[in-house]
């Protein structure tokens, strides 16, 4: 499969620990997405990676949230501190630079904080 | 920034019966705007998309319309089939600081009745 792929697809938590997500993206893919989708609502915009540079963060992202792509391949996207609120999908998405090109998205962490 | 208005949140129709999906963005600089289904339990995935110097794009029997002047852009799906049924997003991205982010929309679940 040469899509996006994420891990883990599910992952349930208790309140206050710590949860970390990996994504790989589609492999000549430069530029990388984090998105996070509630119930009945379409994906919010997270962070954007350019190869390695994270380059815009969305005021959504507290600071218990924290990204990386360390050699501009996989990225991983790790929440501290997990509230209740932090329930949600996590979706990860690449796509081409240059210009305004598909996002190709990965299949989700669904992920529940008890 | 930018905030991306989607109507209606549901619409039901009859198997091949039209159906259009309406949104209205509000940054006038956004200058692409792609459409994702979403199945149930499954990742967003293209399925047309325009940019800001198109006013029309037809795909066999899915077509998207855009009007800038209005800051609208319209679904258009003709002789719809059960395998239609999904969860329809669209969105718009801002030129801000080069990241092509995508803003959805809160999404129409669309049912098409045999």
Known sequence: DTGVSQNPRHKITKRGQNVTFRCDPISEHNRLY???QTLGQGPEFLTYFQ???QLEKSRLL???FSAERPKG???TLEIQRTEQGDSAMYLCASSLGRGYNEQFFGPGTRLTVL | GENVEQ????LSVQEGDSAVIKCTYSDSASNYFPWYKQELGKRPQLIIDIRSNVGEKKDQRIAVTLNKTAKHFSLHITETQPEDSAVYFCAA???VDSSYKLIFGSGTRLLVRP
């Open chain 1, 73 to 75: 391949s996989f990225s």
């Open chain 2, 7 to 10: 109507h209606p949140s549901t």
């Open chain 2, 93 to 95: 991205s801002p030129p």
């Open chain 1, 51 to 53: 190869n390695e540079a």
């Open chain 1, 34 to 36: 984090w998105y996070r």
């Open chain 1, 62 to 64: 507290s600071d218990r």
